[in-house]
Every structure is written in structure tokens, then in C-alpha cells.
Nanobody, 122 residues
């Protein structure tokens, strides 16, 4: 049984920072990703990291501001978010990849966390 549990969300002012964590149980050895879903919008890709952590991908909207990393000894993936903007407001989800190839579509992921709310005030 795979479980993903996110934490670290909250309310911050624009320009601030947050660090999200996602701790996984069950089988390890998979690439992971972060997605987000704003109210009334579709879930969108944010960041991706391979099992080794050696390869990462980012959505253009967060490139240079967000950093994805992982500590495999703790089965945890992080998303460091800096220079936050009101448009970053969303529920953030971590997800485990079903393939060994990078995918930015939700169909590429077969396990999801429950999500953590991030709200950025202007």
C-alpha cells in the first residue's frame, strides 16, 4: 500500500517562502512530482525529480523560484518555494510516477497525496 502525505502548506504574503514536504510509504525507487490545482482550474504540473535526484524539470511559471529535492533515506520529497506570488495559490499535490520517463500529465502518475493548501496574499 502506497501512501503519500504532504505537509508544509499555509498562508504567506507575496514575496515570501514555503517548503512543502511529501513523505511516502510503500515501495520506493520512483520518480516523483509536484502538481497544483487552483480553484476552478485543472491540475497542473509544477516540478519533477528522478529517484536519484539528478534530473529535475519545472513548469515555466515556477522556474527559478521553486526547487524540488529529495532525501531517499527519509522517503521524502521537498518543494522549496521562494518569491511566492498570489497566482501560486492552490492545493499542492505530490505524486509518484508510473513510468521511468518524465511526464507532465497527471496520467503519468498513479499515486497521489491528499494535497496541502498554499495561499499567497497580495
Amino acid at each position: 500500500q502506497v501512501q503519500l502525505v504532504e505537509s508544509g502548506g499555509g498562508l504567506v504574503q507575496a514575496g515570501g517562502s514555503l517548503r512543502l514536504s511529501c513523505t511516502a510509504s510503500g515501495r520506493t525507487g520512483y520518480a516523483m512530482a509536484w502538481f497544483r490545482q487552483a480553484s476552478g482550474k485543472e491540475r497542473e504540473f509544477v516540478a519533477y525529480i528522478t529517484w536519484s535526484g539528478g534530473i529535475t524539470y519545472y513548469a515555466n511559471s515556477v522556474k527559478g523560484r521553486f526547487t524540488v529535492s529529495r532525501e531517499n533515506t527519509k522517503n521524502t520529497v521537498y518543494l522549496q518555494m521562494n518569491s511566492l506570488k498570489p497566482e501560486d495559490t492552490a492545493v499542492y499535490y505530490c505524486a509518484r510516477s508510473r513510468t521511468t520517463t518524465f511526464m507532465s500529465l497527471t496520467s503519468g502518475y498513479n499515486y497521489w497525496g491528499q494535497g496541502t493548501q498554499v495561499t499567497i496574499s497580495s
